[in-house]
């Protein structure tokens, strides 16, 4: 064969294979317009299409490319009313395939033999006929425009650049014994609660103390406190401080103190720079024979890059420990999303848990969620060394609210392990949860607040007061925590992060650092629609163990908060607590019951909606609060303080009813009675109640937009 044909084969092959090549690099384009921060790929693919192919079709499908890159990036960040990936999936489509539908009919009609249409005759006149500086300003609009709409979502210089330190943030153990030296880790945080890496300033150490009995403030305590200490910090921030490893504290510095005189202690921390002083969270010193349980903080419901999170499950566990300073975690990735990484995911995950699990100083607990739209999600946490992986823990290969129940059935009795199901976000129209599927074998603790905001109520309930993502456009009963202790279900209250951008026990989703180009990075669009701040929950437990931890959360003796602040709460009905059936059981209707709440609040400046938190000149806590006790889903009476450490009482009088969902908040169909249109179980509406037996539950609003969360208590008359 003549080198001419072989070259002009060759030649041919090479056309083919661009050509390809060039439909596969669009199409892979079309695909990452989809993906969070890292649309700017197909942004990126559409500019360079649009000068590689001047003059020619691809030019034109390149710039409507950059367009749909854009104004999805854009729309998802805006469009509140539509969750974020659904808005960006929904309208990058839509462009492409309007452009492509104009495209082809152009095409259809033009190859018909007929002239253009007089409307794009005239387009095209008028720009051939226009100034040469009017042709290139037009050009670098339709270049500039996808790129405005991209980088005006993606892009935040604040979160880019600065880095200096606003606050400090101080964490101490709970509860510790007088003869016990103890460490308390203190952080710089910058504007958006990240860890200061620039921070060189000095710190010095006080304390304030309060008497175990009396609550009242104590003159002087028998304590060692650590001496002056000047942070080493660099020049430069970072929006990832805490894996900076040249020496130097960078933001974070860990601390011994060890307190002699029983009390409830303050560790006090007064600051070079913001020249103000920050309150650790309360502390509880007693002698260790007084000390019968501890108090560890955790968060057992977040997410990694293994689905719809930011981050590797190391990297999660890492942050969690050594920066959140949790006691306890759980990562709880959604099944459905790890199927597309085959057994290796959740191999991955599984090797990651235990591998983190440090007894008696962090706790990891295995666990995955199984998402369903229809009758509410479910993250499922387990008490043993393995994770359930056959079958995979996922709404596609378990459909039916029934074969998750056996799943956990089948899985805890060929373990011996025990298993945890956790509803959250109850409230929000995609994912509302349907109570009369509820397992109350599993389901023992229910998410009260998290990233997506607070479900004890109904959103257009006067008594929510937080608000929580992508309600139904109307109220709708049956679908709040307090509708579901009103049908008569027995759960406990606890918090959780349900982060999604790798910083679990302390997200920073409510701050402006959601943005993409915080690291880690991420190619889900989950972050943007996150503008609470993350929960967390405590547990009474004797130690720090997987047993011991899952035990306290199984018998319910916790409490919660919501946000990284670590109050103390503690709530008695006639002396019968929160935990272990959490019911009160008296001798007739009347008897009176005696309410006792103890609070110790956690001084630190608290994250609110979209808000990080933030000090002014001679800031000091905001110790303004109300105690709210909630009976029967209505409040019951709210009381007013303004000291960090109180105890209160209330008497309770009146008659013991019980209460009850009812026909009343039904809605009938089809001779059939639903608890709301979202619900496809008919129910008798005559079972919906609590069978005479009254609840009580503490819900604590702090001035500084902290909020505590406790119970509920059930009491029942001896029958």
Known sequence: MAPSVTRAKLYSFLIVLLRIGRIVLFAFGIFTTFWFFFSFIGLLIGVAYFFGFRGQPWARHGIVLSFSAGTATFLAHVMKSVAPLTMAI??????????TLVATWFWIWTRSGREAPSIFSRVHTVYRTAPRILQRLLVLLIIISPVVLWTSVSIDLG???????????????????TTESFEITVEAWDPYERLSATYKGTVTFSIESYNLSTYEQMTSSSVDLPSSYTFTGQAYGSDIAYEIRNGRDNGIHVFSVTIETPGIHYILVEDSVTENTYYSNPIIVKEASDLDALIYWGDIHNHSELSDGTGTPE??????????CLDFMALTDHGEIMLFGGPRSFDWLEQATNAAHDPQLFVTFHGLEWTNTQTGHYSCVFSGDTLLKDPVLSYLTLPTIEDLWNALDDFTDATGCRSLALPHHTTQKQYIQDWTYLNPKYVKIVEVTSVHGECLFEQRHPLNYVGLIAPPPQY???TSIVDAFRMGYRMTLYASSDNHDGHPGHSLSHTPAFVGHQRPYSVWHTRNEHPYPS???AVYSPELTRDAIFSALEQQVIFACSDYGRP??????NGVGVGNNSTLTVSDALTPREIQIFLAQDGSPAGTF???ASVTENWSPNWNAQIEIIKNGELLTSIPIDQPVVNVTFIDSEVITGTSYGPESCIFVN??????????NPIDPNTLNTNGVDFYLIRVVGASGRYAYIGPIWVEVNS
């Not at 103390?568 to 009905?573: A, K, S, V």
């Open 90 to 99: 929904m309208s990058s489509i839509a462009i492409l395939v309007s452009y």
């Open 159 to 177: 979160v880019m650049f600065d880095y200096q330190t606003r606050l400090l943030w101080v964490h101490a153990p709970s509860t510790v014994t």
């Open 315 to 324: 990297h999660s566990f890492y942050y969690g420990r050594y920066i959140a």
């Open 476 to 478: 709708t009963n049956g």
């Open 535 to 537: 929960g967390l929950t």
């Open 568 to 573: 103390l709460l503690n709530f008695t009905i």
């Open 610 to 612: 979209q808000t990080a």
């Open 671 to 680: 001779g059939e009675y639903y608890i709301n249109d979202f619900s496809d």
